[in-house]
């Protein structure tokens, strides 16, 4: 059996991934709220000691939003551009984001964490080597409402993001960057 479970670590992790969205997507679809529009942009940079401009934009699913408990869910499609000397790579992909609102000295805060299986056009960011072109993000991020009325609101959060293989590859040098978010409801 061990033997089984490490020589298919790899496909048995993806079954798995993706089993856990579906489980997800199931159980919060009793609480969906639906907005016409749900997007959130934002730019930052490299934390590997890479001088990089990046640009990402999520854009929510229809449908795919709702709520367990306090717990909010949403599953957005992201793209995600890092141009590194004039070299441009692109990481798309589904995201499944778990959001959790806090009140801290009269305050609304949001704390939000997400897992994606993702495409990237370029296998080396830089002088990270990624492996391949299907990867894995992770993401947290904090924020706060900044304007909100009944049909609308503008957010803010910072977001530390990691992408990476989680060893689908022989090389997996990671690349993790930061980023101010614009979150726009309408």
Known sequence: MKFFIRK????IFLIFFLSLTLF???IAQGNSEIRKLDISVGSGFSFNKIMSKQFILFFNIPKLKG????????????NESISVNNNLTDV???ATLLKYNVNVLNRELFFEAGIGLNYINNTV?????????FIFSD???IG??????KNFSIGINYLLRHISNAGLYKYNDG??????VLKINI
């Open 8 to 11: 298919n670590f790899k496909i």
């Open 24 to 26: 997800v997507n199931i």
């Open 67 to 78: 709520n367990i408990g306090d717990l909010n869910f949403e599953e957005d499609f992201f």
């Open 92 to 94: 798309i992909g589904p």
């Open 125 to 133: 960011v830089a002088t990270r080597n990624l492996g391949g072109h």
């Open 139 to 141: 993401m947290i991020s």
């Open 144 to 149: 706060l409402p900044v304007v909100v009325t």
């Open 175 to 180: 690349f993790t960057s930061q980023y101010i």
